[in-house]
């Protein structure tokens, strides 16, 4: 046994002081519950209340500059400008926009395009309400070795994982996770594991190849991915694709429970119907995470079991047993109780109490419009936000062609409107991701992350 | 409470003092519910380049002047931006308890003792002048061995602005500069260096595990190895 020495007391001395300051974050922690339930747990933080919703806007030819755009929101509780769009950025042209994330710092806001595979790097610290362009990242395919589709941005420590959707070579559905500094500079990318590569994971038999969502559980070490489509598939005309058995092949079946430091590929479980977004709980020991099948509408549950291996299982329908609602986003409270799931068909938002992980059950539903897509909700559980816009040629048609952003309050029991902008009617164009936004900007999230 | 850094904080709550000095610097670091994995094994996995690590004009805890490309090249470097008058549990004092934890466990590992470098760069320099860094570093070092473990400032916030600006690392003042948690707001940054001054890994909150910062230095010095096999 070692002796201590005067560094060790030092030390401890450097520890009490710890301790006393991580008492009172300890409280001031009861008082700042804000943010978004989805985010990154490597993302800065808000404290306080979001003041802005950004919104990555899909351009409409023919409807104002018909370019995509950031349209930021006011949502600040009381101010005169509440539930208005204070200032919107556009970009060159039509790149599918989809969706976006913030760098760890939150200084930058990182938006893709999934036709045009062009990445679109906001300012949104100099000017919370009103983010400016400052860099556009145009050579994807070229400088990732042929992946394409870029879904999103992750926060990672000084880095930005961005998950893919398709590939160079044939626009089918395998694909790469993608890694660039904060500054904007390629650093690797990650193929997917397949059949015939599957990186020495378990349940190769199963793996696809395909992406779409990447989340990490920092405790677990743990980074798990899910799977969607090809180019091909998601920019193909909705109705001439449901038609074509063929094209309906196409379609991820897997999610990859991967180390995340070592950004290998572990296990491939076999999850049937385009398993899409991924929501870890937040919890101390809640070692799980949710995700939904766009497909076969079925909400399923990725666990460690008792002898801390990975799994996946199918644990409740989404809507009718039949299937067909389409869901899409999904999103967790940060107390892990509540699940409220958004289903493109119906329009619908379904709220399930998934208190047992296990065995969710449905306590709410609510017709949000004739389409809806996604949602965000505050951390504190009192205010979500829904878009409409899926895909620029999967949205529906006519009079059932909503395109809003909508906000409301959720008291535990109903969502009860707060306002609703109109994207149509402003010339915005289709409305679809949305993030928050604050001149307040605090610590890491894993610094509080769940209680 | 969930912190993060409850590896730093659990002997003086759980043993008291005395056995808390022990836990703290056990040679093996355990795994703990805030690391709840086993690290990949060093060399199972690379590191791809991010970045080369930027230079600049920098003072030294004797207030002697030094370039920071000095001190990223010629070793393995564990490099963490600091100030001493951060109190925010789960950024200075820990990445500074994290750099202790390597840094003890370089003592009894020579290859880690002559291969490895540790530095600690104030972004604070108006007030942790050298002096005040050299008491610092008098507190948090252990003196005489292990590997060479560096606490440095520089002249001027904007002398050091151009490394701050080149490692992305955010600084802002707090609006109540009596703040509990210290005067200034940061995001945590650690960043580990290869021999060539290359950034090979970022550390942050959840990620600054000093069990993945020692297989990554490790799988840093296995891939030298095998590089001068060929």
Known sequence: ?451 | MHFAHRRFLRPIFALGLASSVMNLFAAELPRDSDYDYDPPAPGSYSLPVVKSAPDGALLDSEGKSLNLRDLTHGRVTVLSFIYTRCAAPKACPYATGVLNQIHHLSVDDTTLAKSMRLISISFDPEYDTPQRLAAYSENVREQGSGCEWRFVTSKSRAELEPILAACDQAVDKRQNPADPQGPLYHILRVFLIDREGRIRNIYSSGTLDPRLVVADVKTLLLEESRVSKQ
């Open chain 1, 1 to 451: 046994m070692k002796t201590p020495t005067n560094c060790q007391l030092h030390t401890v001395k450097i520890s009490l002081a710890v301790v006393i300051g991580a008492l009172i974050l300890t409280l001031n922690a009861r008082v700042s519950r804000a943010d978004e339930t989805c985010s990154s747990p490597y993302l800065a933080r808000i404290d306080g209340q979001e003041e802005f919703v950004y919104v990555w806007t899909l351009g409409v030819e023919g409807m104002g500059d018909g370019a995509d755009k950031l349209v930021t929101v006011d949502v600040k509780p009381g101010s005169p400008g509440y539930g208005k769009v204070i200032s919107s950025s556009s970009v060159d042209g039509r790149n599918e926009a989809h969706h976006g994330g913030f760098a760890d710092d939150r200084r930058q806001l990182w938006l893709a395009g999934l036709e045009s595979s062009r990445v679109f790097i906001f300012d949104v610290h100099s000017d919370p309400a009103k983010p400016k362009l400052t860099k556009t990242i145009d050579n994807f395919a070229e400088t990732t070795g042929g992946a394409v589709g870029p879904h999103g941005a992750y926060a990672l420590p000084g880095r930005v994982l961005i998950p893919c959707l398709s590939n160079a070579k044939d626009k089918g559905g395998k694909t790469a996770l993608v890694e660039y500094s904060n500054d904007g500079n390629y650093i690797t990318t990650h193929w997917l594991p397949t059949k015939e590569d599957a990186h020495g994971a378990s349940g190769a038999e199963f793996a696809d190849g395909y992406g779409y969502d990447a989340r990490v559980l920092p405790r677990k070490n743990a980074l798990l991915t899910s799977s969607f489509t090809g180019w091909n598939n998601y920019t193909m005309d909705f109705g001439k694709l449901t038609a074509d058995p063929e094209a309906m092949k196409h379609f991820g079946s897997t999610m990859v429970m991967w180390d995340f430091h070592a950004r290998q590929p572990k296990k491939v479980f076999q999850v049937p119907g385009a398993p899409l977004e991924i929501r870890w709980a937040w919890g101390d020991k809640h070692n799980y995470a949710f995700t939904a099948t766009a497909l076969t509408s079925k909400l399923w549950l990725v666990y460690q079991d008792d002898r801390g291996e990975w799994q996946a299982k199918e644990v409740a329908p989404i809507g009718e047993a039949k299937g067909g609602v389409l869901p899409v986003d999904i999103s967790i409270s940060a107390d892990d109780k509540t699940l409220f799931v958004d289903s493109f068909g119906d329009g619908k938002c379904r709220v399930f109490d998934v208190s047992d992980p296990q065995k969710p059950k449905q306590i709410y539903e609510k017709q949000i419009g004739k389409q809806v897509n996604m949602v965000s909700q505050s951390w504190d559980g009192k205010r979500l936000y829904f878009t409409s816009s899926l895909l620029a040629r999967w949205d529906k048609q006519g009079a059932d062609n909503e395109q809003f952003l909508r906000g409301y309050a959720w008291d535990g029991k109903e969502l009860k409107q707060a306002f609703d902008l109109d994207f149509t009617a402003l010339k915005l164009g289709r409305p679809h991701h949305m993030l928050f936004g604050s001149t307040k900007i605090g610590a890491n999230r894993t610094t509080v992350a769940s209680k």
